[in-house]
């Protein structure tokens, strides 16, 4: 089924006095510094101010409702908006914890009380979660991107926010969430459209690798999939929540970053949906202080209110607002072949931090290995065929370095290990005979810092014999205890072959941590295991992968160390699942986050 974008429009007009169009705000900036009141209100009256633009960006989207730097206190950005009559999409930032999320319900709760009735002529809208759905699909975990959330969460979630809006005076404003066109089309996702009152969607031409996408398809892709989505949309409002070209950047696929193209998108894409869609663009500013790779700002490092292109919307004649089908060749694919996923979290400065997204570029809705802080930009691929990679055993007990402070001290590990191990959506092992290199005092171990290229968890999932048959479900958080243990991924890139790879832990004292947290209890320590397989959402205790050997063992866990669990080859083109273990009455949870100072476990490569 097309749709032609004025049909739409004009279906949506019954049902909004107002279209609205703007840009997306993250909580801190490029370097982890939050965004405050006063920043917020110079980038929404640059916003408003933007040379050819008529002064139409009125609007902002908003990741989170929690304030960067607080645990749960209301954005700034609501005061900011109030000062400059800025209209909200506010979002609250769904695949966290239940702790988390309860966080941005008591930022939410906040706002209502403290705003009242200046916040009901602000809020145009209330977004639960971003990608979410995206980042939990096969296509978006081979991306690398960060743990997502199922549908069931989704609408639990989602219902979570209209029960602390009921009967509020902001009982009446519509309730949504954001996701990329192939979630929607996914039938098993259908309860997610159901539970809405608006549909978000992100689209990246720029990211849709599989397919011809160089700026001459850009228009065509957006609009198939903005289609796509209507398609299945029920009826409800589609409201265009991502979109947007960089003005530099590397080539992904046949998409070249440059001006000159952010300039086509802009008069193909945007202003042919500005003023009949409600649109939040990606984006004003994502280079400050540093600039990111791809970059999306339109504004540039220095918030001028002189773009870097024009942005004067050629003249249009209403014959050329067709649907997708009129428009340049469309190049169709399947949601599995090409999302035009929006961006990491990690480029948005959130990493596994759920409560401070960032001003950086769009693309973990997959990704490659990080680096840095900041992950490289999505990467499109279909999903590879299932294939085994390696078989080896191995049977060791030697000495393993690792450091503490600025001691390096050795500890005995024994381990027995075979293994087969596959990639693609479904991942077996079986039992086989070969060769592998031991973990020991001898062999090469990379950097304990993330200063190159690192790999971080795909998925966490927290296990507790306590209630073995229970499914806790993905979480941000490593959670060790006498009762809880935490099962995680690690998705090893074909990339990595022939290198040498290091599985770290980072343990830093809490006043180092810039936008993580962790508590502390008890004595003891920690131990690592491989398991025989990875986890998935639906692991218990009771139906966890058995392990195949205790890698690591560190008797006494203290923070302000950096702990080498195991060193070897690297396990290229392979999902690994690792367990973490208490040992003693170690009581330990942790928000897994590699901004500074980074926490948790990572794989360094060198």
């Known amino acids: 089924m097309r749709t032609s974008i004025l049909a739409l429009a004009a279906s949506f007009a019954a049902a909004s006095a107002q279209v609205y169009q703007g840009f997306n705000y993250g909580s801190v900036f490029t370097n982890g510094a939050p965004i405050t009141e006063q920043d917020y209100e110079r ?33 700034e950005a609501i005061q900011a908006a109030k000062v400059t009559q800025t209209k909200l999409l506010l979002g609250l930032f769904l695949s966290s914890t239940d ?42 975990i081979e991306n690398k991107s960060n743990p997502g959330e199922g549908p069931d969460a ?37 309860a997610v459209i159901a539970a809405v009152d608006f549909v978000g969607v992100d689209a990246y031409p720029y990211f849709q690798t599989t397919q011809a996408n160089s700026i001459e398809n850009g228009e065509s892709l957006f609009f198939e999939a903005y289609d796509q989505t209507v398609s299945v949309s029920g009826g409800k409002p589609v409201w265009i ?49 540093n600039t990111p790779s791809p970059s999306f700002g339109v504004a540039g490092s220095s918030l001028s209110n002189v773009p870097l292109y024009d942005l004067t919307c050629p003249g249009r004649s209403s014959s050329s607002s067709s649907s997708a089908g009129s428009s340049t060749s469309s190049t169709s694919a399947t949601a599995s072949e090409a999302t035009g996923a929006s961006t990491t979290n990690a480029q948005r400065g959130t ?26 930009p999505v990467q499109d691929t279909a999903t590879p065929s299932l294939k085994t990679i390696m078989t080896y055993t191995t049977v060791t007990t030697s000495p393993v370095t690792y450091t503490e402070g600025s001691q390096t001290k050795t500890s005995q590990t024994t381990s027995a290990v075979t293994v087969t191990s596959t990639h693609g959506t479904t991942l077996a092992t079986v039992a086989s005979s070969a060769s592998a290199p031991a973990a020991s005092s001898s062999a090469k171990s990379c950097p304990t810092n993330l200063d190159g290229d690192f790999e971080f968890p795909h998925l966490i999932v927290p296990v507790d014999k306590n209630q073995p048959d229970k499914a806790l479900g993905p979480s941000y958080d490593g959670r060790v205890s006498p009762t809880v243990s935490s099962l995680f991924n690690i998705d090893f890139p074909t990339s990595l072959a022939g290198k040498t790879c290091s599985l770290v832990f980072l343990f830093p004292k809490r006043d180092q941590l810039q936008t993580s947290n962790y508590t502390l ?18 692991t218990t205790y009771n139906n966890q992968p058995e392990s195949r ?28 699942g690792y367990k973490v273990n208490a040992t003693g009455s170690l009581d330990l949870d942790y928000f897994q986050d590699f901004n500074p100072s980074p926490i948790g476990f990572y794989v360094t490569s060198c």
Do not use: M
């Open 99 to 140: 702790e988390a999320f309860n966080n941005e319900l008591t930022a939410l709760r906040s706002a209502i009380t403290q705003y009242g009735q200046d916040l009901v002529d602000l809020v145009i809208g209330i977004s639960v979660g971003s990608e979410d759905l995206y980042r939990i699909s096969p296509t978006g």
């Open 521 to 538: 209890s008890g004595n003891g320590g920690i131990t690592v295991d491989l398991l025989k397989g990875p986890a998935d959402t639906a």
């Open 351 to 376: 990493s596994a931090t759920p409560s401070v997204p960032s001003q950086n570029t769009p693309s973990q809705g997959a990704g490659s290995s990080g680096s840095s802080a900041v992950s490289s």
């Open 241 to 289: 929540t991502e979109t947007g070209w960089p003005v530099s950047g590397p080539n992904s696929g046949q998409a070249v970053a440059n001006l000159a193209n952010a300039k086509t998108y802009w008069d193909n894409v945007g202003c042919r949906v500005f003023g009949q869609v409600n649109t939040f663009w990606y984006t004003l500013r994502d280079s400050f202080p």
């Open 154 to 190: 989704v609408v639990r979630r989602i219902n979570a926010v209209r029960q602390v809006l009921s009967g509020t005076i902001l009982g009446s404003k519509p309730v949504g969430h954001v996701d990329t066109w192939t979630a929607y089309v996914n039938s098993s996702n259908a």
């Open 43 to 75: 980038e929404f009256n640059t916003a408003k101010q933007l040379q050819g633009t008529s002064g139409g960006f009125t609007s902002a989207r908003l990741f989170t409702t929690i304030q960067a730097g607080t645990a749960n206190s209301p954005t």
């Open 549 to 576: 050997a205790t890698v690591k063992s560190i008797p006494d866990l203290q923070p302000g160390n950096s702990y080498i669990i195991g060193s070897g080859t690297c396990f290229a083109g392979e999902r690994i």
